[in-house]
């Protein structure tokens, strides 16, 4: 009788156990949310951005550049249309320095897109925007990389001190403000990435300061969608919570 009643103590503790982790999992599915989207989304068009410097620098052929700081672009429409795509790069060979730039560019595009839900995807995705930082992949893109990146290490982290100290209303305005800035987010960092080359290239718009004022306002637009962000994931995740529980 009495192993009988051990047995099931037991087995209704594996039950809990795997009850837990399978809540657990939900509660990370949903958290992830807010955080992959902005990572990936944010991360493909940092490496976008990116690639675009390297057929300038390309096109200028085996020189090196007049110091760390330089123009990717000195012919072309974009070079007077988009203020030359101003860069830096460690290598004292344009040539080289676009090479690796579309390299690294790809990289990045092709991390955000695939591996940044990985364990320690965030901070990889840092690591490769600063690596196209320093071959010559911009000054915009490599910085919203960075800034991409920080969204990812939150994709499994659970919720920050900050935010565990707001009051509930405040959370609840949080995260119903998070579609509304993700949306203005998204389409002000497709101008300015896809904007650049249709407008400043194709169609040939000298608007030098319209790019600089998107990307200016980019940044902090992207830092209020990934704070939003935070209280988004956390409520979907305890709704979905509550609603197993119940």
């Given at each position: 009788m009495i192993s009988k009643e051990v047995a099931f103590v037991h087995c209704h503790g594996k039950a809990l156990k795997r009850r837990r982790?399978?809540?657990?999992?939900?509660?990370?599915?949903?958290?992830?949310?807010a955080a992959r989207r902005v990572a990936s989304i944010f991360g493909i068009l940092a490496g976008m951005g990116g690639f675009m410097h390297g057929p300038g620098e390309i096109l200028q052929g085996n020189t090196a550049p007049g110091g760390i700081v330089f123009n990717s672009w000195t012919v072309e429409p974009i070079a007077t249309n988009v203020g030359g795509e101003p860069a830096m790069s460690l290598i004292p060979n344009l040539l080289i320095s676009g090479l690796l730039t579309i390299l690294m560019s790809l990289a990045v595009i092709v991390w955000a897109?695939?591996?940044?839900?990985?364990?320690?995807?965030g901070v990889i995705l840092i690591l490769l925007s600063l690596l196209m930082l320093l071959v010559g992949g911009g000054l915009a893109p490599p910085l919203i990389g960075i800034i991409a990146g920080v969204a990812g290490l939150g994709i499994h982290?659970?919720?920050?001190?900050?935010?565990?100290r707001l009051p509930a209303q405040l959370r609840n305005v949080f995260a119903a403000a998070w579609p509304w800035l993700f949306g203005v987010c998204v389409i002000n960092g497709a101008f300015l990435i896809v904007g650049t080359l249709i407008f400043g290239y194709i169609i040939g718009l000298n608007i030098p300061e319209v790019w600089v004022f998107s990307f200016l306002l980019s940044i902090p637009l992207?830092?209020?969608t990934i704070l939003t962000g935070v209280a988004y994931d956390?409520?979907?995740?305890?709704?979905?919570?509550a609603a197993q529980s119940g």
């Open positions: 982790r399978q809540t657990i999992g939900q509660i990370r599915s949903t958290r992830i949310s897109a695939v591996f940044v839900e990985k364990r320690r995807g982290a659970r919720a920050p001190n900050w935010y565990r992207l830092i209020l956390h409520n979907k995740g305890a709704r979905s919570v």
